[in-house]
């Protein structure tokens, strides 16, 4: 016991201290999850070893829980729309990464079995490190996001026809492979004692024919989908009765943990299994309740898995060849790389999406440190090669985070360039121009329009544009702080500008530019947050909506009447608020400086808790007021307290 929590204590506390850290350096939580592994394994020495290997197996889990709660994101429908990025997209991946990588191997003098086994280990991409960071930096639901995930997907299907595939690709027996095996044959009798599920699990199907086989592994998907469909309702309908809180959290462990046995049981990938079960119950009503239920054990393994990846990795043997080690993960990555470009360019990925789809990839996965193991056991791969190896899938894993930065500044880089040539031709002018047209600016868009004035859209995002037409609303695609695009679209000529953009810096440069270009333009402006709204003033706009602001108005104006206000009474005091944060803002305005930070800027803080004083009286005093009114002249003096 005291072992254990020795062990969890250094585990959590490089945790709590590293990963926060990794954070805020901008670097993302699986690098400081990696080099919190590294710095208490190789670096200080207080894991490693067989116990770190062990513990790896159990955080592998946590894979098997993220892909679980991407099943739950994604309905059946859906799943169905991607087969053709699955089988086309997933499966030349795996076939050209192999083959490349095969030919590189072949080249270094390797045979074409072991070649080939390479080839396979390094085709699969690191299904726990990229769906995290995908998920991490709100990527998911992008082209390169979606591509992403469905290669992913297709290398986790792709692994059990390896695992069937690689003893095939055994070397021949040699003498002192015979004698280690002699020798350790008691050990591996234990091992196999210790291990009676596992052997059930084989010996379930290897006694079969291989049409029974087929016939159990498609009998255990079918349960799953059956037992999603009608048994999971019933089941939550029963805890329901208990209710009792940790019952619906022990609900949604079974569901994972039965599942994932199943899929052992007939030979296939437990991330599968709990893949398909996320799927089959997407459109649940308890989906939101397996989520919440799940998700904080899916973070706490993956990160231990990342922890023991950076504890795992051998430093002795990464400093006897410290250029070979990093030469061949770079070019693991390089290979995999134009592999994933040029699969991109064919399946129609541009710009951002095609470089998050080719950096997001490029790494050697978990599974490839599987088939590692198994490649070992199986005598596929020679003595001594399956350990650099393993080196070189943890050193690609350890740089994956270092390409995700990498694509973010390529990403600014895109964005910044503009979209020079694709923007469209603009053939219409109208008296309101509409900068960005999301959530915001659709709103602004369909009130305007509906009123019967005509306005001219203006979007860099083309899917926008194009889900508008679709709808029979003309917009143009194009960067909207152009100056050619704004005066094409009648900058000029129109009564009202409205800057509806989600980038802060981009609405105050063409804020800036249309009140230089048109000093007689009504200008409204959409801000992020007051700062923005300083910002937004000195750059020329006459009205400022903070985006968030009127909401916020009407949810706490729904509290006061849910707290025994009447009707009249909130409105009057949300009113009341409103003009009072208005008269706030320009003051503050004036003492605003964007050279000095705001907490450091002592006028502005001691003029903003005036005015939050003022702000109260005033609101205290209306509500008294309203409660009690000032009585008439008139008023019978018996009546004048009710």
């Avoid at 350096?25 to 400081?32: D, F, H, N, R, Y």
């Avoid at 991946?93 to 490349?100: G, H, K, Y």
């Avoid at 199943?262 to 079960?277: D, E, K, Q």
């Avoid at 060849?321 to 061949?328: C, D, E, S, V, Y």
Wanted: proline content about 4%; glycine content about 10%; hydrophobic content about 50%.
């Amino acid at each position: 016991m005291e072992a254990f929590l020795f062990q969890a204590s250094i585990y959590l506390a490089a945790t709590v201290i590293a990963v926060p850290l990794a954070a805020r350096l901008g670097l993302g939580s699986v690098l400081g999850y990696l080099l919190a592994g590294v710095l208490i394994g190789p670096v200080f020495g207080f894991v490693g070893g067989h116990e770190t290997a062990e513990l790896q197996h159990v955080a592998e889990f946590g894979v098997v829980m993220m892909l679980f709660l991407i099943g739950l994101e994604l309905e059946p429908r859906a799943l169905w729309d991607m087969r053709h990025r699955l089988l086309g997209l997933g499966g030349l991946q795996i076939v050209l990464t192999t083959s490349a990588i095969m030919t590189g191997a072949s080249l270094l003098g390797l045979g074409w079995s072991v070649a080939l086994a390479i080839g396979l280990i390094f085709a699969l991409s690191s299904t726990a490190i990229v769906l995290q960071t995908l998920s991490e930096k709100g990527l998911m639901r992008t082209g390169g996001g979606r591509s992403a995930f469905s290669v992913l997907l297709t290398q986790d299907i792709a692994v059990i026809p390896m695992l069937a595939f690689l003893p095939l690709l055994a070397l021949p027996k040699t003498a002192d492979m015979v004698l280690g095996e002699f020798l350790t044959r008691d050990a591996k009798t234990a091992d196999h004692a210790a291990t009676g599920a596992h052997q059930v699990a084989q010996s379930l199907i290897a006694s079969l024919p291989g049409w029974g086989a087929a016939l159990v592994t498609i009998g255990a998907v079918v349960a799953i989908i059956l037992a999603g469909i009608y048994l999971t309702r019933p089941v939550f309908r029963f805890i329901h009765a208990a209710r009792l809180r940790e019952m619906y959290t022990a609900l949604a462990l079974l569901i994972v943990v039965s599942i994932s046995f199943l899929m052992m049981l007939v030979g296939l990938s437990p991330a599968l299994g709990a893949f398909l079960a996320g799927v089959v119950l997407a459109n649940s009503e308890f989906r939101h309740e397996l989520e919440s239920d799940i998700a904080p054990f899916k973070g706490l393994l993956l990160g231990l898995f990342f922890i023991t990846v950076g504890a795992g990795i051998n430093f002795t043997t990464l400093f006897g060849a410290p250029f070979l080690i990093l030469g061949l993960a770079l070019a693991v990555i390089v290979i995999k790389g134009s592999v994933l470009c040029l699969l991109g360019w064919a399946f129609a990925l541009r710009g951002r999406d095609l470089w998050l789809f080719t950096l997001g990839l490029a790494q050697a996965g978990e599974f490839g440190l599987v088939l590692i193991g198994f490649t070992d056991q199986q005598h596929v791969l020679p003595r001594g090669l399956s350990e650099t190896l393993l080196l070189v899938v943890a050193m690609t894993m350890l740089i994956t985070p270092l390409l995700f930065i990498l694509y973010d500044w390529l990403s600014q880089r895109i964005q910044d360039s503009g979209e020079t040539q694709d923007a469209d031709e603009i053939d219409t002018k109208g008296p309101v121009i509409i900068a960005g047209i999301g959530r915001f600016g659709q709103v602004v868009n369909r009130l305007v329009r509906s009123s019967g004035f005509e306005t001219v859209v203006l979007d860099h995002d083309l899917n926008a544009i194009q889900r508008m037409r679709r709808f029979g609303i003309k917009g143009f695609f194009g960067d909207p702080t152009r100056p050619d695009l704004l005066h094409a679209a009648g900058l000029h000529e129109a009564r009202v500008l409205v800057a509806a953009l989600d980038d802060p810096e981009a609405a105050v440069r063409l804020v800036a530019f249309a009140r230089r270009e048109c000093p007689d333009l009504h200008i409204i402006a959409r801000a992020h947050d007051r700062t923005h709204v300083f910002r937004l003033y000195q750059a020329g706009a006459n009205d400022i909506v903070r985006e968030l602001f009127d909401s916020s108005l009407r949810a706490g104006r729904y509290v006061l009447e849910n707290m025994g206000l009447t009707e009249f009474e909130a409105a009057e005091l949300e009113k009341t608020f409103y003009q009072h944060d208005r008269g706030s803002v320009r003051e503050l305005a004036a003492l605003w400086d964007p050279g000095i930070p705001t907490i450091d800027n002592a006028a502005y803080i001691k003029r903003a808790r005036e005015l939050e004083k003022d702000l109260e009286t005033m609101l205290l005093s209306q509500l008294e007021e309203t409660a009690h009114p000032a009585p008439n002249d008139d008023t019978p003096a018996d009546s004048k307290d009710t």
